[in-house]
């Protein structure tokens, strides 16, 4: 079955800037989208078709993609940004979703 | 606003039945795909199922396949997961999530605890 591959942890500190990855295989063809998820609440969508942010969700982040990776970036960190971070994208079939392993970001 | 509202969670036995439901406002419900994710307690999310606009095509996770049944109803703009011959390994905040370029917003969740 299809994975999507993120690094459990990452840390910064304030005013910093975090980028977290997420890959596989089928991901050069299909899109990817972020989700955080603060403790205790329902998963936000804050990055859509690789790059797109949706309405509300601030500037600050972004993403990107290259080849199998594709790359969540929060710049200048804010303490409200500690969550878990999700990617997800479907199979190479398109049928199927998938999400990644999470990511904690942990802000120092 | 944008509102999804799942309820029908609860603890059963191994082996039992539930269905779950999802009451959408705000939006055409009729014109988005609908989804099922669940997240097992302390793990990550886990795509379920999902729904075509009009019901005629339904995806689900291997793990559930044969054991779970996706629906919809959309004069009544509510979803459904049926839950057959559940497992401990069922167990798990469930969300309905509306379809479109990402899966937004999500309900709140609803807990079902599989358990003797």
């Given amino acids: 079955s299809y994975e999507l591959t993120q690094p459990p942890s990452v840390s910064v500190s304030p005013g910093q800037t975090a980028r977290i990855t997420c890959s596989g295989d089928a991901l050069p063809k299909k899109f990817a989208f972020w989700y955080q998820q603060r403790s205790g609440q329902a998963p936000v969508l804050v990055i859509y078709k690789d790059s797109e942010r949706p309405s509300g969700i601030p500037e600050r982040f972004s993403g990107s993609s290259s080849g199998t990776t594709v790359t969540l970036t929060i710049s200048g960190v804010q303490a409200e940004d500690e969550a878990d971070y999700y990617c997800q994208s479907a199979d190479s079939s398109g049928t199927y979703w998938v999400f990644g392993g999470g990511t904690k970001l942990t802000v120092l | ?116």
């Fill in chain 2, 1 to 116: 606003e944008v509102q999804l509202v799942e309820s029908g969670g609860g603890l059963v036995q191994p082996g039992g039945s539930l269905r779950l439901s999802c009451a959408a406002s705000g939006f055409t419900f009729s014109n988005y795909w609908m989804n099922w994710v669940r997240q097992a307690p302390g793990k990550g999310l886990e795509w379920v199922a999902n729904i075509k606009q009009d019901g005629s095509k339904k995806y689900y996770v291997d793990s559930v396949k044969g054991r779970f049944t996706i629906s919809r109803d959309n004069a009544k703009n509510s979803l459904y997961l049926q839950m057959n011959s559940l497992r401990a390994e069922d167990t798990a905040v469930y969300y309905c999530a509306k379809g479109g370029d990402g899966y937004n917003p999500w309900g709140q969740g609803t807990l079902v605890t599989v358990s003797s």
